[in-house]
């Protein structure tokens, strides 16, 4: 079988819904045949191993286990579901102060056990802060690790689609930027919808200001909307995306959406956070996000949302300050 690459790709929370399905999607995608399988909850994390052998993959070397020295040593790629799910009535802040500390563990773990691991992506909520949190305490380079933020882009494309009765492949480049979560920044002004800018839709009777304020709102509430809907959070999607993020690092097909990345470049300092972002062998890099006044200021109001977690999880003592970043991590300028 031809697989991407035979480096050994670790999924933390393997034993979750989300974490299952990123191991499902990584074996039927081909990236590695080096699969480990790791969670705490011994159980279920064998039912799942013994799920993805039912499979049939072949040539797949799926291994499994409890015990993160033997899952992080020898990775070469990491992705982790590992944190507490988001219920009813929660939002992704709320599960901060205990994903923080499974952050900071995560990170310390991979100092340890893998320091030579390519690259890492971590979709745990919230993203953006879990991401900061296990990069400051890996000891990688900001290039190294990502964190999941384009189901908001994907939810704009999708609500698009449906107000305009169109299928995805004439609605292109969907963006939102600044954190995941319900202070992103919607931008208009890089969309097309059947080969005619998005802006110039917006307030006319093809999408009337309202219908547009409406389904901006939809967007940002689309992951309460599943957990309205099934009864839990999303899983299939941030399942899916997360490894095709994970697959661009090993060297695949580029990875299409806004990632959140380490930023730190005069305007926005010391933040992870959703921009243009490029993901290759050599890392992920991003470029200056360009909109509307109007939009920006949408941008830099979710930078400053994010801010005040960063520091939240600071004055916790989950991470010192800022000025003493490049201590924990030499990497981090």
Same mark, same amino acid.
């Given at each position: ?135 400051? @305490?890996?000891?990688? %380079?900001? +290039? ?8 908001? *882009?994907?939810?704009?494309?999708? !609500? /698009? ?124 890099? @991003?470029?200056?996000? %360009?909109? +509307? ?8 109001? *979710?930078?400053?949302?994010?801010? !005040? /977690? ?24």
């Amino acid at each position: 079988m031809n697989y991407l690459t035979d480096k050994k790709l670790t999924i933390v929370g393997a034993a979750g819904m989300i974490g299952s399905n990123m191991a499902q999607t990584a074996l039927m995608m081909k990236l590695t045949p080096n699969l480990c399988l790791y969670d705490p909850f011994a159980p279920a994390l064998e039912g799942v191993a013994e799920e993805m052998f039912h499979c049939g993959f072949e040539g797949a070397n799926i291994t499994f286990t409890s015990n993160v020295e033997e899952a992080l040593t020898g990775a070469s790629f990491i992705v982790s579901s590992g944190g507490a799910a988001r219920k009813a009535g929660m939002t992704r802040e709320d599960l901060l102060k205990g994903n923080a500390g499974i952050a900071e563990e995560l990170g310390k773990n991979i100092r340890k056990y893998c320091p030579n691991v390519e690259h890492v992506v971590i979709i745990f909520n919230p993203a953006d802060i879990t991401g900061l949190i296990t990069l400051l @305490y890996s000891g990688l %380079k900001p +290039t190294q690790v990502t964190t999941l933020a384009a189901l908001d *882009s994907t939810r704009l494309r999708s !609500e /698009l689609c449906k107000y305009f009765k169109l299928p995805t492949s004439e609605v292109k480049n969907c963006r939102t930027y600044g954190g995941h979560g319900e202070q992103m920044a919607v931008f208009a002004s890089t969309t097309t919808v059947a080969g005619q800018p998005l802006s110039s839709l917006i307030g006319t009777d093809k999408l009337p200001a309202e219908d547009w304020a409406a389904l901006k709102q939809r967007v940002i509430q689309g992951g309460k909307n599943i957990i309205d809907l099934r009864g839990r959070s999303s899983f299939q999607s941030p399942a899916y995306v997360s490894i095709e993020m994970i697959a661009a690092a090993m060297g695949g097909a580029d990875f299409r959406w806004p990632a959140g990345v380490y930023v730190n470049n005069g305007e926005f300092q010391h933040i992870m956070m959703a921009m243009e972002t490029s993901i290759t062998k050599d890392g992920a890099h @991003y470029k200056e996000v %360009k909109g +509307t006044e109007e939009e920006h200021a949408e941008l830099v109001k *979710s930078y400053k949302h994010l801010c !005040e /977690l960063r520091d939240e999880v600071i004055s916790m003592g989950v991470l010192p300050p800022i000025s003493e970043w490049n201590k924990l991590n030499p990497n981090i300028q």
